[in-house]
């Protein structure tokens, strides 16, 4: 596995313990509660599906345990290998594994807001949230400029945090989501929010330097006017 590989399948283990790998290059992670999709596509092509149960431990093997590894699919195990040793790594069952595997499709007639999003602004939202303890936070328009607040809970005194992101916005609207989303593969972001007939509204937010896309439900409580 390339270096780039084991990266990404880090943030896919940040986003759920568990792994299915399918057959190709394309990699698929999702939240138990399905709220949060992760779409990426890597260099290896993998020539079966099978799953992982604990992907940290799987990582740590790989990436701490081998220099270099070269990873051969058995019939029930992976073969971790390189010139000096190497382990088997027994599958689990993918039919006990959450995943998803129909791709979601964003249709630009339900996108309502579009904005960039820097890595160096997603850190520092991180670092605000861990420090001030803000589990939650939303896309304002403040002024006509477009906000990041993080909050801790509606109607309540407590400390908050204000950003701008520096975009002219007319619309009025309050979109929310859980602070710990923000949790993303490095990188600067392209973000859309869309808002389905439904009325589902989620933000989807593609890498600007890696194949890798994430699908997030905005909170219930969210709208757009």
Do not use: W
């Not at 709220?35 to 740590?60: C, M, P, Q, S, W």
């Not at 589902?200 to 909170?219: A, G, P, R």
Request: net charge negative; hydrophobic share 40%.
């Amino acid at each position: 596995l390339s270096k780039n590989t084991i990266d990404i399948l880090t943030a896919f283990s940040n986003v759920n313990d568990s792994l299915v790998i399918s057959k190709g290059s394309v990699l698929r992670v999702c939240t138990t509660p399905k709220n949060k999709f992760v779409r990426a596509t890597v260099e290896e092509h993998f020539d079966r599906d099978f799953g992982i149960y604990d992907a940290k431990k799987f990582l740590n093997v790989v990436s701490k345990s081998f220099h270099e590894p070269e990873l051969t699919l058995k019939d029930k195990y992976v073969e971790i290998k390189n010139d000096y040793h190497s382990c088997n790594y027994y599958y689990s069952d993918s039919s006990m594994l959450y995943t998803f595997n129909k791709d979601i499709v964003i249709e630009d007639k339900n996108v309502i807001l579009e904005f960039d999003l820097k890595e160096k602004n997603i850190k520092q939202l991180e670092n605000a949230s861990a420090l001030l303890g803000l589990g939650m936070l939303k896309f304002i328009n403040v002024g006509g400029m477009l906000v990041v607040k993080l909050f801790e809970a509606e109607n309540v005194v407590n400390d908050t945090f204000i950003m701008s992101l520096e975009k002219s916005v007319t619309d009025k609207f309050s979109l929310i989501l859980k602070a710990e989303h923000l949790n993303l593969f490095r990188g600067d972001y392209h973000c859309k929010v869309s808002k389905l007939e439904s009325g589902l509204i989620f933000l989807y937010l593609k890498n600007q330097s890696v194949d890798i896309e994430y699908f997030i439900s905005m909170q219930n409580e969210s709208t757009f006017n």
